[in-house]
Each structure stands twice: as C-alpha cells, then as structure tokens.
C-alpha cells in the first residue's frame, strides 16, 4: 500500500523548447490529489548566445515543490506563466475538462490582447490550439 501511495503520475505537462511546466500528482485513499510542481529551466541556461542571455541565464533554475497543492491550486501556480503557448506533453484523463477549458480561455485573452498580425502567427497559433484539443482527446 505504501508504494502505491508513494508513485506520482504526471497530471499536466507543458513545453517548449528548453523549458517545461509540470504538474505531478499522488492519489491519496480518499480519492484527492496532492500535487507538486516543477518547473524546469535548465537547458536554456546551457545555451547562451549572447549577453543578455547569459545574464537571462542566471535567472533561469531549476525547482520542484513539495506535493502539498491540490490540482487546482498547483494550476493556478502554473497558470502566471504562458504554459497554453506551449506544447501539451501530458494531460491526465481525470483533468482533461478542466485543462482544456482553460486552455481555450488563456488563448482567447490571449487573442484579445496580442491579436494575430500575420499569417504565419495565425498558422502557429491554429495549430498550437490542435495540438492542445488532439491531447485532450487522447485521454
């Protein structure tokens, strides 16, 4: 029982290139999760092509929390960050709702406030929407 108690799953993940956004969880006999987050910054500190970057570098860690969130409390904490522009990497079945409407959500304010001045910023956008709505379905 205790190492059943012990394995975390992944519950949402998000990335780009050189930096992720996780949100791992552990399902206690109740039925509720207590969750950690990491977040993930290292490789773009290994890679400094310039100044600014390498002074953007030193800013830029490695951290993981304790599991002491729920979901929602550890996804209000990933969402201050831009996690909807990146790619989907993991979204749990028992989430996938939630995830998804808040995804849609983001995007729209998103639009709102940075609307789309070219094709190709349509392009990516259109697709970073199917890439989140094609993970949801696989859960």
Same mark, same amino acid.
């Given at each position: 029982?205790? !190492?059943?108690? *012990?394995?975390?799953?992944?519950?949402? /993940?998000?990335?780009? /290139?050189?930096?992720?956004?996780?949100?791992?969880?552990?399902? *206690?006999?109740?039925?509720? &999760? !207590?969750?950690?987050?990491?977040?993930?910054?290292?490789?773009?500190?290994?890679?400094?092509?310039? @100044?600014?970057?390498?002074?953007?570098? @030193?800013?830029?860690? =490695?951290?993981?929390? #304790?599991?002491?969130?729920?979901?929602?409390?550890?996804?209000? /904490?990933?969402?201050?960050?831009? &996690?909807?522009?990146?790619?989907? #990497? /993991?979204?749990?079945?028992?989430?996938?709702?939630?995830?998804?409407?808040?995804?849609?959500?983001?995007?729209? *304010? =998103?639009?709102?406030?940075?609307?789309? #001045?070219?094709?190709?910023?349509?392009?990516?956008?259109?697709?970073?929407?199917? *890439? &989140?709505?094609?993970?949801? #379905?696989?859960?």
């Amino acid at each position: 029982m205790n !190492n059943q108690k *012990e394995k975390s799953e992944i519950l949402l /993940k998000t990335s780009a /290139k050189g930096f992720s956004i996780t949100i791992f969880g552990k399902k *206690e006999e109740d039925g509720q &999760w !207590n969750c950690a987050i990491e977040r993930n910054e290292i490789t773009l500190s290994e890679i400094p092509i310039s @100044e600014h970057v390498h002074s953007l570098g @030193e800013q830029r860690s =490695y951290e993981k929390t #304790d599991f002491k969130f729920s979901f929602e409390e550890a996804f209000q /904490k990933v969402d201050l960050s831009e &996690w909807f522009l990146c790619r989907p #990497d /993991k979204i749990h079945v028992e989430f996938s709702d939630f995830v998804i409407e808040a995804f849609n959500s983001r995007m729209e *304010e =998103y639009d709102l406030q940075f609307p789309s #001045d070219s094709p190709m910023e349509s392009f990516i956008r259109e697709n970073r929407i199917k *890439e &989140w709505k094609a993970m949801a #379905d696989m859960t």
